[in-house]
C-alpha cells in the first residue's frame, strides 16, 4: 500500500458525515453533549498538496418520549443540514496553511402544542466558525499545527407549558411564553497541536488541544413572570422587556486523532475527543436573579470514541465502515437536548473522477441514548429513539 493511497484513505475517514465516509465522526457528535454538531475536525490539515472541498450533511432525527402523565411529548428535534468549506495549501515544503468554515454548533428543538406538559418549548442556536490553522513540519516524521478560531453564537428559547409553570398559590415563577434571545458578534480562540508520522506504513497519531470561546450575548428576556417563593415577594417582571449581557463558554477541546495501514490497501483509522462541557451553563440575568435557574447546565465533560476501517476497493474507488460511542451519564439532560449518549453505525465510499477530483457519500444510523429530563415541576423519559445522517462531498486538488 503506497502511502499517498494510504493518506487518501484516512482523508476519506476523517471528514465524517460532512465528507460522507465515516459518517460517525461528525453524526455522533450531533448528539453529543452539549450543542456540538460539527465535531470541529481539523483533518484537511494533513491532506497532500493543494486541496479544496465543500461537503453538506443532512441529519434527520426522530426523538420523542412521554411526559409525567404518560402524554406523547412528540418529535422534538427537527431535521437540519451542517455545510462545510475547507482549503489547504502548500506554502513551501515545510509550511501549509489550512482554513475550514463550519456550523460548530446548533440546536433546533420545538415541542408541539399537543397537551403535554412541555408543549410550546422551543429552542434554537446556530453558530458560525472559521478557523486558520498553519502546519510547520520538522521532519518526515514530526509536524506542529495552531491556529485561530473565530465564532459568532446566536440563540433563542421560548419556556411554556406546565412543565414550567407552578400550578397552585403555593409560590414559586410561572413562565407564560417567557422568551430569552441571546446575540453576539464574534468570539475569538485559539487550537495547538502536533502529530507524529511515519509514512511508510500510513501511521499517524495527532493530538490537538482547542481553547474555550468565550461569548458576550447581547440578551433580551420577556415575560418572565415572577410570583412568590415561599413567604419572599420577588419583583413581577409580567410581560416586560429586559435587556443585559450574558456569558457563555463554548468548552475547551482535545481531539486524539490516529490512523496506520494494516494490510495492503486496508487502513485502521479513529478518533478520541474529550470536550470539557462540565460547569458550561446559560444562565440568563433576569432569569437567573429571580429564579436561580439556568436555561442550560451541564455537570459531564463527554467523550466521544470513533472507529472505522477504510479499505481501497479499485484504483478508483475507496469504501469505509464506522463505528461511533458516547457513554450515557444518567443523570436528567435539558428537555432542549433530550439525549443521553450515543451510538452510531456509518458507511461511506469516494471515487476518484481523476486524478485531482474526487466525490464522497454516506450515510449513518444514529441511536441516541435513552435520557430523562426533570424541568423541576415535571419530568420526562425518552426511549428508543433514532436518526439517519446522509452526507456528501466534492474535493478538488489543485
Known amino acids: ?11 476519506l475517514a476523517s471528514h465524517g458525515a460532512l465528507a460522507g465516509a465515516a459518517l460517525s465522526l461528525s453524526a455522533t457528535a450531533a448528539f ?25 450533511g443532512f441529519v434527520m432525527p426522530d426523538i420523542g418520549g412521554e411526559d409525567a402523565d404518560g402524554d406523547s411529548v412528540g ?20 509550511f501549509a496553511i489550512g482554513l475550514i468554515y463550519e456550523n460548530p454548533y446548533g440546536a433546533d428543538v420545538s415541542y408541539p402544542d399537543n397537551g403535554s406538559n412541555y408543549a410550546g418549548l422551543e429552542a434554537s442556536a446556530s453558530s458560525h466558525g472559521l478557523t486558520a490553522i498553519g502546519q510547520f513540519r520538522f521532519n518526515e516524521a514530526v509536524s506542529a499545527h495552531a491556529g485561530l478560531r473565530m465564532q459568532t ?20 415563577f410561572g413562565t407564560d411564553d417567557y422568551v430569552y434571545s441571546g446575540e453576539d458578534s464574534a468570539a475569538f480562540g485559539y487550537l ?22 468565550e461569548f458576550d450575548l447581547d440578551t433580551t428576556e420577556s415575560n418572565l413572570d415572577i410570583t412568590v417563593v415561599g413567604t419572599n415577594p420577588l419583583p413581577n417582571v409580567g410581560a416586560g422587556t429586559v435587556k443585559s449581557t450574558t456569558d457563555v463558554e ?4 482535545i481531539h486524539l486523532d490516529f490512523q496506520t495501514g ?12 474529550y ?27 463527554v467523550i466521544t470514541y470513533n472507529l472505522g476501517v477504510g479499505r481501497r476497493l479499485s484504483d478508483n474507488l475507496s469504501g469505509s465502515l464506522s463505528v461511533g460511542y458516547e457513554a450515557s451519564e444518567g443523570d436528567p439532560v435539558s428537555a432542549l437536548g433530550p439525549t443521553d449518549g450515543v451510538l452510531s453505525f456509518s458507511a461511506g465510499a469516494e471515487y476518484a473522477i481523476s486524478d485531482r477530483i474526487s466525490v464522497a457519500g454516506g450515510a449513518s444510523y444514529i441511536l441516541p441514548g435513552d435520557a430523562e429530563t426533570d424541568s423541576g415541576f415535571s419530568t420526562a423519559e425518552y426511549n428508543d429513539n433514532s436518526a439517519i445522517a446522509l452526507g456528501a462531498r466534492l474535493g478538488v486538488s489543485f
Do not use: C, H
Open 1 to 11: 500500500m503506497s502511502a499517498r493511497s494510504s493518506v487518501s484513505l484516512a482523508a
Open 32 to 56: 453529543a453533549g452539549g450543542l456540538d454538531r460539527s465535531g470541529q475536525d481539523i483533518g484537511i490539515i494533513w491532506e497532500d498538496g493543494n486541496y479544496a472541498e465543500v461537503s453538506v
Open 75 to 94: 418529535s422534538v428535534v427537527n431535521d437540519y443540514v451542517v455545510p462545510s468549506l475547507k482549503l489547504r495549501y502548500q506554502v513551501n515544503q515545510q
Open 153 to 172: 453564537l446566536d440563540s433563542e428559547v421560548k419556556l411554556n407549558g406546565e412543565a414550567y409553570q407552578v400550578p397552585g398559590t403555593g409560590g414559586g
Open 192 to 213: 495547538i497541536g502536533a502529530a507524529y508520522e511515519i509514512p511508510a506504513i500510513a501511521l499517524r497519531v495527532g493530538l490537538t488541544y482547542f481553547s474555550p470561546v
Open 250 to 253: 463554548a468548552p475547551a477541546r
Open 262 to 273: 494494516v494490510a495492503p490497501d486496508t487502513l485502521v483509522f479513529g478518533s478520541v475527543k
Open 275 to 301: 470536550v470539557f462541557w462540565d460547569g458550561v451553563e446559560l444562565r440568563p440575568e433576569e432569569l437567573d436573579a429571580n429564579t436561580n435557574a439556568a436555561l442550560l447546565e451541564y455537570s459531564n465533560d
